[in-house]
């Protein structure tokens, strides 16, 4: 398929130059002395950068259908939109309709165009009327327990995926979207995924010096996601029991994982991503003080052993009137890095390199990362490779549920082990109509009074 050279070329140059200027200290970096060469954390070729050009190479037109048509999905369709060319919305599904409802509003007010009727579907079916309605692709933004059905279904049909994050919420789930993803790279799918800093410029330049081994071996770090109350839904008379639930998912462990998987995912990916690591075993403890809807907790806080015998901090909180903080530190034998900053800075504490935004914003005029993943995507579908991201968000994924669990019994929860487990929040049957609750309850770990 043709390329865009010149648009590629012109990426390549402003990259250069953008490496060069977000540099800081470049005499030690550049030394010749021995004590200062780098070691590559892994070899150049073994790991993935994304190109991060301001728009998609053009090509041939494609369809795409959306699944959840959400708050989530509503923007994981305009960021597709502003991401690429030639690209149309041609089918939408979803279990609630005034969810579809406005959707087909917004988009006919932000961008004029409207989905036909006989392409707009409601129920749990919905997704595989969406992915049999003809799409090269689909945007996947339902409740994350559905994540692995909808994407097994789409790569049967030789379909593109975009997986919104998390891809599952139990060990099954994990299993099923492993698998999937050897199907999806077999048929030469591209699968992204919502996991965006894997787009976002700061990151991707500092996971380059990372792996070219600017902090040495990497030794321990922390990640959190120290947050407000997200949002809940008051109970309507005229919701049944899974209506209930499904509108208010954010706040129910088998529809969402809890926040440590559905939301402080991202910060436990970006270490994995950045170390090449997985967890070994998980100890926790977590609590709930102030949630209002729902069976799960309002904070965790885990000791992630990795492979290697290194130790990460995981901290994560949903709870107004508290201390603010998301991000993730890394240290290493040479030196560490903070994304709050996003600098590098050796042992004495000088700083080595950092990203530099003024470069950043004169080379390119996106920065958004939720615009630059779906560039890739389909950067990825018009060149016809495969792409995989499916796999590393997984095993993510994966890590927080064992910390969820760890925090859940008190137990010190091995990864492996529970990766073989047939834990599997998805219920058998799913219909809207009465469910019996009595089974949604708060988990309380350890025993006695």
């Given at each position: ?27 030690m ?64 599904g ?17 961008r ?84 965006q ?52 998912w ?34 926790g ?16 806080n ?35 890095w ?17 990203f ?6 004169a ?87």
């Amino acid at each position: 398929m043709a390329e865009n050279k010149i648009n590629r070329r012109e990426f390549l140059s402003k990259s250069a130059a953008l490496g060069v200027a977000g540099v800081v200290g470049t005499s030690m970096l550049l030394s010749c002395d021995s004590k200062n060469k780098q070691t590559p954390l892994r070899p150049e070729g073994s790991y993935y950068v994304p190109e991060l050009a301001d728009a998609a190479d053009e090509g041939r037109e494609l369809k795409v259908g959306i699944i959840g048509c959400g708050g989530r999905g509503t923007g994981a369709v305009l960021n597709l939109l502003d991401a690429a060319k030639g690209v149309t919305i041609t089918a939408a599904g979803d279990v609630i309709e005034e969810h579809m409802k406005n959707f087909r509003a917004k988009m006919k007010e932000a961008r004029g165009f409207e989905i036909p009727d006989d392409h707009c579907f409601i129920g749990f079916d919905a997704y595989k009327k969406v992915i049999d309605s003809g799409v090269d692709a689909v945007i996947c933004t339902t409740a994350p327990v559905f994540r692995p059905t909808h994407f097994a279904y789409a790569v049967e049909k030789g379909v593109h995926c975009f997986l919104e994050k998390p891809v599952a919420v139990d060990p099954v789930g994990c299993r099923k979207i492993l698998a999937t993803a050897k199907q999806a790279e077999a048929k030469g799918l591209s699968v992204v995924t919502g996991t965006q800093r894997h787009h976002q410029r700061p990151y991707v330049e500092a996971f380059q010096k990372i792996q070219e081994g600017m902090i040495g071996e990497i030794t321990g770090g922390n990640v959190y996601w120290n947050g407000g109350m997200l949002w809940y839904k008051d109970r309507k008379p005229e919701w049944n029991d899974m209506e209930y639930m499904i509108r208010d998912w954010v706040n129910w462990k088998w529809l969402s994982g809890d926040h440590i998987v559905e939301q402080h995912v991202h910060n436990i990916d970006v270490f994995m991503w950045m170390s090449g690591l997985k967890p070994v075993r998980a100890t926790g403890v977590g609590a709930r003080h102030r949630r209002i809807t729902g069976d799960q907790f309002d904070c965790f806080n885990i000791d992630f052993e990795f492979e290697n015998g290194i130790h990460v901090g995981s901290m994560c909180r949903q709870i107004d009137g508290c201390s603010s903080n998301v991000s993730e530190f890394i240290q290493g034998t040479k030196g560490s890095w903070n994304s709050i900053d996003h600098e590098i800075k050796d042992l004495q504490g000088n700083v080595i390199w950092k990203f530099d935004s003024a470069a950043a914003e004169a080379n390119f005029k996106v920065q958004d990362p939720y615009i630059l993943e779906h560039v890739d995507w389909i950067n990825h579908i018009r060149r016809c490779e495969a792409h995989d991201e499916a796999t590393g968000t997984a095993y993510s994924t994966m890590a927080g549920v064992v910390g969820r669990q760890a925090a859940y019994t008190g137990l010190t929860v091995d990864f492996e082990e529970m990766m073989a487990s047939d834990m599997n929040y998805l219920p058998e049957n799913c219909e809207m109509g009465p469910v019996d609750m009595s089974g949604y309850t708060v988990a309380v770990p350890g025993t006695g009074k």
